[in-house]
Protein backbone atom coordinates (compact mmCIF):
# COMPACT_ATOMS: atom_id res chain seq x y z
CA UNK A 1 0.00 0.00 0.00
CA UNK A 2 1.27 3.30 -0.88
CA UNK A 3 2.75 5.23 2.28
CA UNK A 4 0.41 8.88 2.79
CA UNK A 5 -0.07 11.04 5.47
CA UNK A 6 -3.56 10.47 7.16
CA UNK A 7 -6.20 13.11 7.73
CA UNK A 8 -9.03 12.64 7.28
CA UNK A 9 -12.39 10.47 8.79
CA UNK A 10 -15.56 10.47 6.87
CA UNK A 11 -18.64 8.51 6.60
CA UNK A 12 -21.14 8.29 4.69
CA UNK A 13 -24.12 6.31 5.94
CA UNK A 14 -27.27 7.54 3.87
CA UNK A 15 -25.10 8.45 0.91
CA UNK A 16 -27.40 9.01 -2.41
CA UNK A 17 -25.58 8.44 -5.70
CA UNK A 18 -27.59 9.23 -8.90
CA UNK A 19 -26.42 7.42 -12.62
CA UNK A 20 -26.08 10.38 -14.65
CA UNK A 21 -24.23 8.40 -17.52
CA UNK A 22 -25.13 4.22 -17.97
CA UNK A 23 -24.19 1.70 -19.95
CA UNK A 24 -27.23 -1.15 -21.13
CA UNK A 25 -25.61 -3.96 -18.26
CA UNK A 26 -23.99 -2.25 -15.73
CA UNK A 27 -25.47 -3.89 -12.37
CA UNK A 28 -25.25 -4.17 -8.43
CA UNK A 29 -23.02 -7.10 -7.41
CA UNK A 30 -21.79 -8.42 -4.63
CA UNK A 31 -19.73 -11.94 -3.90
CA UNK A 32 -22.60 -13.98 -5.47
CA UNK A 33 -25.22 -16.75 -3.79
CA UNK A 34 -23.76 -19.37 -2.17
CA UNK A 35 -26.07 -22.65 -1.82
CA UNK A 36 -28.81 -21.45 -4.55
CA UNK A 37 -27.67 -23.46 -7.57
CA UNK A 38 -29.19 -26.49 -6.17
CA UNK A 39 -32.26 -24.45 -6.53
CA UNK A 40 -31.80 -23.54 -10.15
CA UNK A 41 -30.69 -20.00 -9.27
CA UNK A 42 -27.00 -19.49 -10.62
CA UNK A 43 -24.26 -17.99 -8.09
CA UNK A 44 -24.04 -14.99 -9.85
CA UNK A 45 -21.73 -12.13 -8.06
CA UNK A 46 -18.84 -10.04 -9.34
CA UNK A 47 -17.01 -11.38 -12.79
CA UNK A 48 -13.87 -9.98 -11.01
CA UNK A 49 -14.18 -11.15 -7.32
CA UNK A 50 -10.89 -10.18 -6.38
CA UNK A 51 -11.49 -6.81 -7.61
CA UNK A 52 -14.51 -6.43 -5.61
CA UNK A 53 -12.89 -7.96 -3.09
CA UNK A 54 -9.63 -5.22 -3.64
CA UNK A 55 -12.17 -2.54 -3.48
CA UNK A 56 -14.25 -3.42 -0.42
CA UNK A 57 -10.71 -3.33 1.71
CA UNK A 58 -9.80 0.40 0.43
CA UNK A 59 -12.97 1.56 1.81
CA UNK A 60 -13.35 -0.50 4.66
CA UNK A 61 -16.14 -2.84 4.21
CA UNK A 62 -16.72 -6.12 4.31
CA UNK A 63 -15.53 -8.09 1.22
CA UNK A 64 -19.33 -9.44 -0.06
CA UNK A 65 -20.45 -6.15 0.55
CA UNK A 66 -22.19 -5.05 -2.68
CA UNK A 67 -20.52 -2.63 -5.49
CA UNK A 68 -21.36 -1.81 -8.87
CA UNK A 69 -20.00 -3.33 -11.76
CA UNK A 70 -18.74 -1.34 -14.75
CA UNK A 71 -19.02 -3.03 -18.11
CA UNK A 72 -19.86 -0.27 -20.17
CA UNK A 73 -18.56 3.15 -20.38
CA UNK A 74 -18.68 6.05 -19.51
CA UNK A 75 -19.94 5.40 -16.31
CA UNK A 76 -20.85 8.90 -14.50
CA UNK A 77 -22.57 9.43 -10.91
CA UNK A 78 -22.90 12.12 -8.94
CA UNK A 79 -22.24 12.19 -4.97
CA UNK A 80 -25.13 13.49 -3.11
CA UNK A 81 -23.41 13.87 -0.11
CA UNK A 82 -19.62 13.29 1.28
CA UNK A 83 -18.76 9.49 0.56
CA UNK A 84 -15.10 7.73 0.67
CA UNK A 85 -15.78 5.87 -2.36
CA UNK A 86 -13.38 3.03 -4.34
CA UNK A 87 -12.14 2.13 -7.90
CA UNK A 88 -10.48 -0.95 -8.78
CA UNK A 89 -10.46 -3.83 -11.74
CA UNK A 90 -10.00 -2.52 -15.30
CA UNK A 91 -7.27 0.13 -15.87
CA UNK A 92 -8.86 3.60 -17.24
CA UNK A 93 -9.03 6.98 -16.97
CA UNK A 94 -11.01 7.85 -14.26
CA UNK A 95 -11.50 11.68 -12.96
CA UNK A 96 -13.78 13.00 -9.89
CA UNK A 97 -14.49 16.82 -11.05
CA UNK A 98 -11.31 17.18 -12.63
CA UNK A 99 -9.10 15.37 -10.36
CA UNK A 100 -7.25 12.52 -11.76
CA UNK A 101 -8.64 9.04 -9.45
CA UNK A 102 -5.30 6.71 -9.88
CA UNK A 103 -5.73 3.11 -10.45
CA UNK A 104 -6.92 1.35 -7.48
CA UNK A 105 -7.58 4.00 -5.75
CA UNK A 106 -9.76 4.86 -2.74
CA UNK A 107 -10.48 8.78 -2.24
CA UNK A 108 -12.98 11.18 -0.30
CA UNK A 109 -15.84 12.85 -2.53
CA UNK A 110 -17.86 15.91 -1.22
CA UNK A 111 -21.54 16.55 -2.54
CA UNK A 112 -22.23 17.87 -5.48
CA UNK A 113 -19.07 16.01 -6.89
CA UNK A 114 -19.35 13.74 -10.01
CA UNK A 115 -17.10 10.51 -10.77
CA UNK A 116 -16.67 9.31 -14.39
CA UNK A 117 -15.10 6.39 -15.20
CA UNK A 118 -13.79 6.20 -19.31
CA UNK A 119 -13.06 3.20 -21.18
CA UNK A 120 -10.53 0.92 -19.66
CA UNK A 121 -7.32 0.92 -21.80
CA UNK A 122 -6.66 -2.57 -20.10
CA UNK A 123 -8.79 -5.03 -19.05
CA UNK A 124 -12.64 -4.73 -19.21
CA UNK A 125 -14.80 -4.36 -15.67
CA UNK A 126 -14.17 -2.11 -13.13
CA UNK A 127 -15.61 -2.08 -9.79
CA UNK A 128 -16.96 0.73 -7.68
CA UNK A 129 -17.43 0.60 -4.14
CA UNK A 130 -18.07 2.95 -1.49
CA UNK A 131 -18.34 3.02 2.74
CA UNK A 132 -21.10 0.88 4.27
CA UNK A 133 -21.97 -0.79 0.29
CA UNK A 134 -24.89 -0.51 -2.35
CA UNK A 135 -27.77 -0.59 0.31
CA UNK A 136 -30.22 -3.03 -1.83
CA UNK A 137 -32.31 -5.88 -0.31
CA UNK A 138 -30.79 -9.52 0.47
CA UNK A 139 -32.73 -12.18 -2.29
CA UNK A 140 -32.18 -15.82 -1.34
CA UNK A 141 -28.47 -14.74 0.81
CA UNK A 142 -26.89 -12.52 -1.95
CA UNK A 143 -27.42 -8.76 -3.34
CA UNK A 144 -26.37 -9.32 -6.71
CA UNK A 145 -28.18 -8.50 -9.50
CA UNK A 146 -29.73 -11.58 -11.34
CA UNK A 147 -30.65 -10.45 -15.17
CA UNK A 148 -32.35 -13.59 -16.12
CA UNK A 149 -34.44 -14.12 -13.03
CA UNK A 150 -34.90 -10.36 -12.54
CA UNK A 151 -34.38 -10.15 -9.04
CA UNK A 152 -31.89 -8.75 -6.73
CA UNK A 153 -29.31 -6.00 -7.07
CA UNK A 154 -31.50 -2.61 -7.83
CA UNK A 155 -34.93 -3.46 -8.78
CA UNK A 156 -33.23 -6.62 -10.85
CA UNK A 157 -32.07 -5.41 -13.72
CA UNK A 158 -28.98 -3.16 -14.95
CA UNK A 159 -28.61 0.35 -13.96
CA UNK A 160 -30.42 3.25 -16.16
CA UNK A 161 -30.04 7.00 -16.28
CA UNK A 162 -31.70 8.46 -13.34
CA UNK A 163 -31.58 5.76 -10.92
CA UNK A 164 -30.33 6.84 -6.91
CA UNK A 165 -28.87 4.21 -5.04
CA UNK A 166 -28.45 4.45 -1.20
CA UNK A 167 -25.11 3.14 1.22
CA UNK A 168 -25.85 1.27 4.28
CA UNK A 169 -24.69 1.90 7.45
CA UNK A 170 -20.98 2.11 7.19
CA UNK A 171 -19.41 -0.49 9.18
CA UNK A 172 -15.95 0.83 10.03
CA UNK A 173 -14.53 4.74 10.58
CA UNK A 174 -12.09 5.15 7.35
CA UNK A 175 -9.38 7.61 7.60
CA UNK A 176 -8.15 9.14 4.59
CA UNK A 177 -4.90 10.89 3.63
CA UNK A 178 -5.22 14.03 0.91
CA UNK A 179 -5.40 12.59 -2.18
CA UNK A 180 -6.87 9.56 -0.82
CA UNK A 181 -4.83 5.97 -1.01
CA UNK A 182 -4.14 2.91 -3.13
CA UNK A 183 -3.00 -0.56 -3.76
CA UNK A 184 0.53 -0.81 -4.82
CA UNK A 185 0.33 -4.47 -5.81
CA UNK A 186 -3.38 -5.12 -7.14
CA UNK A 187 -3.91 -8.13 -8.89
CA UNK A 188 -2.39 -8.07 -12.41
CA UNK A 189 -4.25 -7.59 -15.05
CA UNK A 190 -3.89 -9.99 -18.70
CA UNK A 191 -1.42 -8.03 -20.79
CA UNK A 192 -0.42 -9.56 -24.33
CA UNK A 193 -1.75 -11.95 -27.06
CA UNK A 194 -2.24 -14.85 -25.34
CA UNK A 195 -3.27 -14.90 -21.85
CA UNK A 196 -2.24 -18.55 -20.27
CA UNK A 197 -5.15 -20.14 -17.53
CA UNK A 198 -4.83 -22.78 -15.22
CA UNK A 199 -7.45 -25.65 -15.11
CA UNK A 200 -8.15 -28.60 -13.67
CA UNK A 201 -9.66 -31.74 -15.80
CA UNK A 202 -12.97 -32.41 -15.05
CA UNK A 203 -15.20 -35.26 -15.01
CA UNK A 204 -15.38 -36.39 -18.67
CA UNK A 205 -11.82 -35.40 -19.59
CA UNK A 206 -10.95 -38.56 -19.94
CA UNK A 207 -13.30 -39.36 -22.33
CA UNK A 208 -11.75 -36.74 -25.09
CA UNK A 209 -9.76 -38.09 -27.73
CA UNK A 210 -5.45 -38.03 -27.02
CA UNK A 211 -5.38 -35.81 -29.96
CA UNK A 212 -8.09 -33.71 -28.71
CA UNK A 213 -6.44 -33.28 -25.25
CA UNK A 214 -3.17 -32.72 -26.85
CA UNK A 215 -4.81 -29.38 -28.88
CA UNK A 216 -6.84 -28.34 -25.72
CA UNK A 217 -3.28 -27.72 -24.03
CA UNK A 218 -1.30 -26.96 -27.04
CA UNK A 219 -3.11 -24.32 -29.09
CA UNK A 220 -4.71 -20.88 -28.56
CA UNK A 221 -8.03 -20.33 -28.02
CA UNK A 222 -9.84 -17.13 -29.19
CA UNK A 223 -12.31 -15.51 -26.71
CA UNK A 224 -15.41 -14.92 -29.33
CA UNK A 225 -17.89 -11.99 -29.37
CA UNK A 226 -20.49 -14.70 -27.46
CA UNK A 227 -19.11 -13.26 -24.06
CA UNK A 228 -21.34 -12.39 -21.14
CA UNK A 229 -21.74 -12.59 -17.58
CA UNK A 230 -23.32 -16.36 -18.45
CA UNK A 231 -20.18 -17.85 -20.61
CA UNK A 232 -17.35 -16.89 -23.11
CA UNK A 233 -17.72 -19.16 -26.21
CA UNK A 234 -14.03 -20.06 -27.47
CA UNK A 235 -12.61 -20.85 -30.96
CA UNK A 236 -9.86 -23.08 -31.99
CA UNK A 237 -8.43 -24.22 -35.02
CA UNK A 238 -8.97 -27.94 -34.11
CA UNK A 239 -12.25 -28.67 -32.61
CA UNK A 240 -12.47 -31.09 -29.82
CA UNK A 241 -13.57 -34.66 -30.13
CA UNK A 242 -14.43 -37.37 -27.05
CA UNK A 243 -13.59 -40.90 -28.29
CA UNK A 244 -17.30 -42.12 -28.39
CA UNK A 245 -20.52 -40.10 -29.36
CA UNK A 246 -21.87 -39.47 -25.33
CA UNK A 247 -25.54 -38.32 -24.12
CA UNK A 248 -25.14 -37.10 -20.91
CA UNK A 249 -28.11 -36.52 -18.83
CA UNK A 250 -28.42 -33.02 -17.47
CA UNK A 251 -26.13 -32.35 -14.85
CA UNK A 252 -24.71 -29.65 -12.20
CA UNK A 253 -22.44 -26.59 -13.35
CA UNK A 254 -20.19 -24.21 -11.89
CA UNK A 255 -18.77 -21.26 -13.07
CA UNK A 256 -15.52 -21.83 -14.97
CA UNK A 257 -16.67 -25.51 -16.18
CA UNK A 258 -15.33 -25.85 -19.74
CA UNK A 259 -18.11 -27.72 -21.66
CA UNK A 260 -17.46 -28.97 -25.07
CA UNK A 261 -21.00 -28.87 -27.23
CA UNK A 262 -21.11 -31.11 -30.37
CA UNK A 263 -19.05 -28.91 -33.03
CA UNK A 264 -15.95 -29.07 -30.44
CA UNK A 265 -16.06 -25.34 -29.36
CA UNK A 266 -16.17 -25.41 -25.86
CA UNK A 267 -17.84 -23.05 -23.57
CA UNK A 268 -16.59 -21.47 -20.59
CA UNK A 269 -19.15 -20.86 -17.54
CA UNK A 270 -18.57 -17.40 -16.17
CA UNK A 271 -20.32 -15.92 -12.94
CA UNK A 272 -23.94 -16.09 -14.02
CA UNK A 273 -23.42 -19.83 -15.36
CA UNK A 274 -26.42 -21.83 -16.15
CA UNK A 275 -27.13 -24.17 -13.00
CA UNK A 276 -27.06 -27.27 -15.36
CA UNK A 277 -26.50 -28.63 -18.81
CA UNK A 278 -25.41 -31.68 -20.68
CA UNK A 279 -22.46 -31.33 -22.57
CA UNK A 280 -19.19 -33.08 -21.94
CA UNK A 281 -16.54 -31.31 -19.49
CA UNK A 282 -13.25 -31.32 -20.04
CA UNK A 283 -11.82 -29.06 -17.72
CA UNK A 284 -12.84 -26.29 -14.78
CA UNK A 285 -10.61 -22.78 -14.69
CA UNK A 286 -9.08 -22.43 -11.20
CA UNK A 287 -11.11 -19.27 -9.37
CA UNK A 288 -8.01 -16.71 -9.38
CA UNK A 289 -7.64 -17.34 -13.34
CA UNK A 290 -11.43 -16.96 -13.55
CA UNK A 291 -11.40 -13.40 -12.95
CA UNK A 292 -8.31 -12.74 -15.05
CA UNK A 293 -10.15 -14.09 -17.63
CA UNK A 294 -13.43 -11.56 -16.96
CA UNK A 295 -10.71 -9.02 -17.91
CA UNK A 296 -9.95 -10.20 -21.34
CA UNK A 297 -12.04 -8.82 -24.32
CA UNK A 298 -13.49 -10.76 -26.75
CA UNK A 299 -10.99 -10.77 -29.99
CA UNK A 300 -8.15 -12.07 -27.26
CA UNK A 301 -6.35 -15.10 -27.07
CA UNK A 302 -6.19 -17.90 -23.85
CA UNK A 303 -4.07 -21.11 -23.46
CA UNK A 304 -4.86 -23.54 -20.74
CA UNK A 305 -2.28 -25.02 -18.39
CA UNK A 306 -3.20 -28.41 -16.41
CA UNK A 307 -3.11 -27.76 -12.64
CA UNK A 308 -3.58 -30.23 -10.17
CA UNK A 309 -6.45 -30.29 -7.25
CA UNK A 310 -4.05 -29.61 -4.37
CA UNK A 311 -2.36 -27.02 -6.59
CA UNK A 312 -5.55 -25.10 -7.33
CA UNK A 313 -6.30 -25.26 -3.37
CA UNK A 314 -3.45 -24.07 -2.46
CA UNK A 315 -3.28 -21.61 -5.18
CA UNK A 316 -7.25 -20.67 -3.57
CA UNK A 317 -6.15 -20.92 -0.41
CA UNK A 318 -2.88 -18.20 -0.97
CA UNK A 319 -4.91 -15.67 -2.75
CA UNK A 320 -7.51 -15.86 0.57
CA UNK A 321 -4.74 -15.19 2.71
CA UNK A 322 -3.36 -12.48 0.94
CA UNK A 323 -6.38 -10.50 0.78
CA UNK A 324 -7.01 -11.31 4.21
CA UNK A 325 -3.65 -9.96 5.42
CA UNK A 326 -3.88 -6.74 3.27
CA UNK A 327 -7.42 -6.16 5.16
CA UNK A 328 -5.65 -6.39 8.67
CA UNK A 329 -2.47 -3.99 6.95
CA UNK A 330 -5.52 -1.22 6.49
CA UNK A 331 -7.09 -2.15 9.50
CA UNK A 332 -4.16 -1.72 11.71
CA UNK A 333 -3.19 1.70 9.97
CA UNK A 334 -6.47 2.93 10.68
CA UNK A 335 -6.28 1.93 14.14
CA UNK A 336 -3.63 4.38 14.28
CA UNK A 337 -4.97 7.27 13.12
CA UNK A 338 -7.36 7.25 15.64
CA UNK A 339 -5.14 6.34 19.10
Known sequence: MHDARWR???????????ILTNGPLNTVQDLGRYGAI???VCAGGAMDRDALIHGNILVGNDF????????????????????????????????????????????QAVSGQVLVLHPPKVGTRSYL?????????VVLGGRSTDIKGGFG?????????????SCGPVQKHVGLPDGGYGLAD??????GEITPLKIMPAAEYSL???????????QKWLITAQANRVGFRLEGEEPLRTKDALSL????????????????????????????GGYPKVGVIVEADLCLLSQIPPGRYIKFELITQEDAQSKLRAEREKARILSEQIMTLRKQIFQ
Open 64 to 107: NDAGIEVTFFPFKVKFSQNCVFAVTGAMGEVYLDEDVVPENWCM
Open 38 to 40: PMG
Open 153 to 165: GFEGRGLQKGDVL
Open 129 to 137: TFAGGIDVP
Open 208 to 218: FEERSLEQFFS
Open 249 to 276: FSHGLLPGTVQVPPAGQPIVQMADANTC
Open 186 to 191: ARPLPS
Open 8 to 18: YCAVCEGLMLE
